[in-house]
């Protein structure tokens, strides 16, 4: 990700997702909305864009399909909802509060996941809803290079969303169709509690995102959370240490994060992550590159 791969027109649509996300999560806060249903609505969102990596514009298996993952928690009572492997559901994310709010487990995998999404109405597409042609490219172009298992290069990354409320409440949710190429019913970091979504209004709200199998080695987000509430770190300290540590064992990405004092990092060790954030006091930002 940087000026050299990405033209105009590429950046022009990421940025007008990225503040399309960032409205839909403003315009909640702005009615009196809590952070739970902030980061739903931008999460929503970023999956319904089909530049982004979850939802519709995940990118394909090495069989060919679409398997979405997600992740949801309040900061308040540390309720948490995840799914997995779900391949019908045409926003994860809401499935996942779903499982939190509805159900009795944290979470659900596959044909089970889609089992109770149907029993609670959430919303089921046909799979090709998900399928975007620039996804299969990516796919061919990995199998035609014999680039490895899968895309080792995390180009494609994940979606996610930490918001503070007007009560002082944190939330975080996190999406993903994973990696290019991934078999087995590989899981990343994005739908395990306190490896790629956290949040705790004792410390803050994290969603992650990179090489997921460094990040959940290092339980990164309920780190990041537990370095801001037990050593005093502010959300940049603990971010930037805690991407030191998954750099230490071989990993990369990046993390967004806010505490229930207001406070944001936008952390990253890549050469860009996808990124936008705004507060009452009139900060906006919306970017790219490092």
Same mark, same amino acid.
């Given at each position: 990700m940087t000026r050299k791969t990405f033209d105009a027109a590429a950046i022009a649509a990421h940025e007008a997702g990225l503040s399309a996300a960032l409205d839909a999560g403003r315009r909640v806060l702005a009615g009196g909305g809590t952070a739970l249903d902030a980061v739903t609505a931008a999460v929503c969102a970023l999956?319904? $864009?089909p530049h982004f990596n979850a939802g519709r514009g995940a990118v394909f298996t090495y069989h060919g399909t679409n398997e979405l993952d997600a992740a949801i928690m309040a900061g308040d009572t540390r309720a948490a909802g995840a799914v997995a492997?779900?391949?019908?559901?045409?926003?994860?994310?809401? #499935?996942?509060?779903?499982?939190?709010?509805a159900g009795p487990h944290v979470f659900l995998s596959g044909a089970g996941a889609e089992e109770f999404a149907?029993?609670?109405?959430?919303?089921?597409? $046909?799979p090709d809803w998900f399928a975007t042609p620039?996804?299969?490219?990516? #796919?061919?172009e990995l199998k035609s290079r014999k680039l490895g298992w899968f895309d080792s290069g995390m180009k494609y990354g994940t979606v996610g969303a930490v918001a503070r409320?007007?009560?002082? !409440?944190?939330a975080a949710a996190t999406s993903t169709g994973g990696l290019t190429g991934k078999r087995w019913g590989r899981i990343g970091d994005s739908p395990l509690i306190g490896a790629g979504t956290y949040a705790d209004d004792?410390?803050?709200?994290?969603?992650?995102?990179?090489?997921?199998e460094?990040?959940?080695?290092?339980?990164a987000? !309920?780190?990041?959370?537990?370095?801001m509430r037990l050593t005093g770190e502010s959300a940049d300290q603990a971010a930037a240490a805690v991407l030191a540590e998954i750099g230490a064992i071989g990993g990369v990405g990046g993390v967004i994060v806010v505490t229930p004092a207001g406070e944001t990092a936008l952390a990253f060790t890549t050469p860009g992550m996808f990124r936008a954030r705004a507060d009452s006091t009139g900060l906006e930002e919306v970017a790219i590159f490092a």
């Open positions: 999956e319904d $864009d492997g779900v391949m019908h559901t045409r926003n994860p994310v809401k #499935l996942a509060r779903t499982v939190m709010e149907r029993d609670h109405g959430v919303e089921h597409v $046909d620039e996804r299969w490219r990516q #796919l061919e409320d007007a009560a002082g !409440h944190v004792r410390a803050g709200a994290v969603s992650c995102t990179g090489s997921g460094q990040f959940i080695r290092a339980g987000a !309920h780190e990041i959370c537990a370095r």
